[in-house]
């Protein structure tokens, strides 16, 4: 079956900065790759989402690659404000499965 | 605004009782909806796929005799867990595909379980 893994598990940064999530994925028919962040005690809300047939998507300050050669995508934030603070989780779904299989999540603290 | 719920939002319950959650679609009839567990300070796992009148699907590791799923309309689902231990102590989150799409799931608020 499909594995996520996540990296870092903790990130902290400086307001203003840069936050960069990485994941890698097993499964090569894997076609959709979501992001999500949730604070504490709340449901995950999608924040950006990419499918196998894109390899870049920008929303904003958010934005997320996909390099399906290698089976990972990243999440890119830049200009971070302190609400930006929360676990960030990445995914990935065969929807032949229909199965969504998360990554361990990554701890990111915007400090201002 | 919201498009799937979940009752209670929270339930802290003896060792041994039984506790029913219940995830609701309040946009439209989904015939699947999803349960998920995550503990603390941990990722979210896939429990079991519900199918609307038929069995879930559990995943590897699920005990389905612990944790009863029954999706007997096209608007709710439920979870039952079965003699609940400590162990049980979770965040229980259901959630369903958007209308239209194989891809985003909508997720409820989550159900905090609390078993002492």
């Known amino acids: 079956g499909e594995n996520v893994e996540q990296h870092p598990s903790t990130l902290s940064v400086q307001e203003g900065d840069s936050a960069v999530i990485k994941c890698t994925y097993s499964?090569?028919?894997?076609?959709?790759f979501p992001w999500y962040k949730q604070e504490l005690g709340k449901r995950p809300q999608l924040i950006i989402d990419i499918r196998s047939n894109v390899g870049e998507k920008k929303d904003q300050r958010i934005a997320v690659t996909l390099n399906k050669t290698a089976k990972h995508f990243s999440l890119h934030i830049t200009e971070t404000q302190p609400e930006d603070s929360a676990v960030y989780f990445c995914?990935?779904?065969?929807?032949?499965?229909?199965?969504?299989?998360f990554g361990t999540g990554t701890r990111l603290l915007v400090s201002p | 605004g919201a498009v799937v719920s979940q009752h209670p939002s929270w339930v802290i319950c003896k060792s041994g009782t039984s506790v029913k959650i219940e995830c609701r679609s309040l946009?439209?009839?989904?015939?699947?909806m999803f349960w998920y567990r995550q503990f603390p300070k941990q990722s979210l796992m896939l429990m079991a796929t519900?199918?609307?009148?038929?069995?879930?699907?559990?995943e590897q590791g699920v005990e389905k005799d612990k944790f009863l799923i029954n999706h007997a309309s096209l608007t709710l689902s439920t979870l039952t867990v079965t003699s609940a231990h400590p162990e049980d102590s979770s965040f229980y989150i259901c959630?369903?595909?958007?209308?239209?799409?194989?891809?985003?799931?909508?997720f409820g608020p989550g159900t905090r379980l609390t078993v002492t």
């Open positions: 519900s199918n609307e009148g038929s069995k879930a699907t559990y």
């Open positions: 995914a990935a779904l065969n929807t032949g499965f229909q199965k969504l299989v």
């Open positions: 499964d090569s028919a894997s076609n959709y």
């Open positions: 946009d439209f009839q989904a015939t699947t």
């Open positions: 959630s369903e595909n958007k209308l239209g799409s194989p891809y985003e799931q909508y």
